[in-house]
Each structure stands twice: as C-alpha cells, then as structure tokens.
C-alpha cells in the first residue's frame, strides 16, 4: 500500500473517540468541512467505508472497528516522536507552555515568571489557567503544576512545599456576624464553598465535621470567584495561606484548626526532561517555591 498522511489516521482517531465531526474538528482545530474531507481520502485510500453516515452522525462499521486499536498506537508513537524531539532542543530560547490550577495561576506564578523572564529573556512563557489536569503525555503542556502526585511512569515530578490553608472571612463579615470560635459555631455563619467538586465536603468530614452541600450559602468551583465572594463579605471561606497574605481585606479564623495540606507538585514528561529551557524552568520553579 502506498504510504499516505499521517493527518488523515490522526483525523480518524479524534473521531472515533469523539464521536462526531463537529467535536473532533474543535479539538483538531480544523474545519468540520476539512475533517471530513480527510476521512473521506483515508476511506480512498484504504478502499474501506470507516463510518456509517445517517442523519444521527456517524457510526463504526466493522472495517473501521478494527483499524481503532493500531490507528491510536500510531497516535501514541507520533506524540511520542514529538515529545522525544523537542526534548532534544539544546538551545535556551523558545515556548514552555505550563499549566497550572486558577489560584497557582493568579497568586504564584506572576511574580515567579517575571524573575524567570529576566533571567531568560528569549524563553517564552505559554500559562494555560485549568482546574483539570491536562495531558502532558500529548504535549498539551510542557510542565504542570498539581495538587496531587502523578502516577504514570512517563511522569517526572519534584514536590513542592505543602499548601498550608486556613478559614478566612472579612473584617467587615466578622464584625457583623461575629467570629466563629469553633466548627460547631459555623453552622450559623453563611459557608462559601464547592459546587459540584466533593473536595470540601471531604476535608470537613476528615475535620469530624459533618458539613454538606446544603450548608453553602454560595456554591461554586470557581476558587477565584470563592476568594472573591469572600473579600466582599459575603461568607467564610477556605483558601492558600500564601492567597491570604496577599489580600489584606482577609482575617485568619479558626486558626487552631489544622485543615490537611494540599501536596504541590511540579511535573514534566520524561521525554523532554533533557530540553535545556525545560529543565532550567523546572529547577528554576523548584527553588523558587522552595
């Protein structure tokens, strides 16, 4: 069989996994009109139908069901081939793309890349703000910054310090609410805290606290905007020691209770452990959150 381009497997495999032309063209980038233009020349070129075309999308057929497997190891190994190849690069200037939560994003990291933009001037600094962990096996990002430890093997993480949090509530909210003195007392205070995320629930209960959902005067993932509600008075909230000492409108309470650390990570794919620029970003942001 002649050879043929790799794009048009690459097309296949999102689709596959997507399920549709639309959703596979946003995540390619590409046109829905080109999409299918390029699975239409791979059912060309390999004379085999891949999909079932009807007015409810696109189905597998038989013929398409077994190319899935090998066509998403081709997948992994092109994606590995650019992993290994920019890890590869010697020279100190180009992007680093890093991805990091909403709070590491907004509280830590400028000053930290503006020390690192002075040092190394023609290296590029690419911030991706997500509260989901993306793929660095795909190149989605060069290095991430996690509250949890990595488990895939092909993971090169260094654990930062622990994340000390703390309750906080205004000046203004305490004053006319008063200050609660022990968990017991929030239950008549307003509770700022998550809404679809278990998480606060999970520490309170690890706290012997018995919160729930219900409690929360304000419900929302957004950590910002819980910070946020927070400085205006609307309620108590939980956030970064390091948050706090930046918002002076935030008062300490309850301090007496040790709420358990968040575990900090920074990580990289192994494959581009040997970029310079990476790994002087990444023994960079070592010592400075050291």
């Known amino acids: 069989m002649k050879p043929f381009s790799w794009e048009w497997v690459q097309s296949f495999v999102e689709v596959v996994k997507a399920g549709s032309l639309s959703k596979a063209a946003l995540i390619l ?52 081939f650019a992993r290994i190849a920019s890890g590869s690069a010697t020279t100190l200037a180009g992007d680093i793309r890093i991805t990091v939560n909403e709070v590491i994003g907004l509280y830590y990291l400028p000053n930290a ?39 895939q093997p092909d993971l090169i993480a260094k654990r930062l310090p622990d994340i000390c949090l703390n309750f906080v509530a205004s000046q203004t909210y305490l004053e ?15 509770i700022i805290g998550f809404d679809r995320d278990p998480q606060m629930i999970k520490a309170a209960a690890a706290l012997g606290w018995p919160l729930k959902v219900e409690q929360f005067i304000n419900r929302t993932d957004s950590l910002l905007l819980q910070i ?12 970064h020691q390091a948050v706090i000492k930046q918002l002076p409108e935030l ?23 040997h970029n310079r620029r990476i790994r002087v970003m990444m023994d960079f942001m070592s010592e400075y959150f050291c």
């Open 29 to 80: 980038g590409v046109s829905q009109p080109t999409l299918s233009r390029q699975i239409i020349s791979l059912e060309k070129h390999l004379k085999l139908t891949l999909f079932d075309r009807s007015t409810q999308g696109l189905k597998l057929t038989q013929e398409g069901a077994k190319l899935v497997e090998s066509s998403e190891q081709m997948q992994q190994a092109a994606n590995r």
């Open 113 to 151: 890349i503006t020390e690192f933009n002075r040092l190394y001037p023609n290296v590029h600094v690419e911030v991706e703000i997500s509260n989901q962990a993306t793929s660095l096996n795909k190149r989605d990002a060069d290095i991430a910054f996690r509250m949890f430890r990595p488990t």
């Open 228 to 239: 946020e509600l927070a400085r205006r008075g609307a309620g108590i909230s939980v956030t």
């Open 251 to 273: 008062q300490i309470i309850l301090e007496e209770v040790m709420i358990p650390k968040l575990e900090f990570w920074l990580v990289c794919h192994a494959d581009v452990q």
């Open 176 to 190: 006319q609410r008063g200050i609660p003195q022990s968990l017991d007392d929030l239950s008549g205070h307003n």
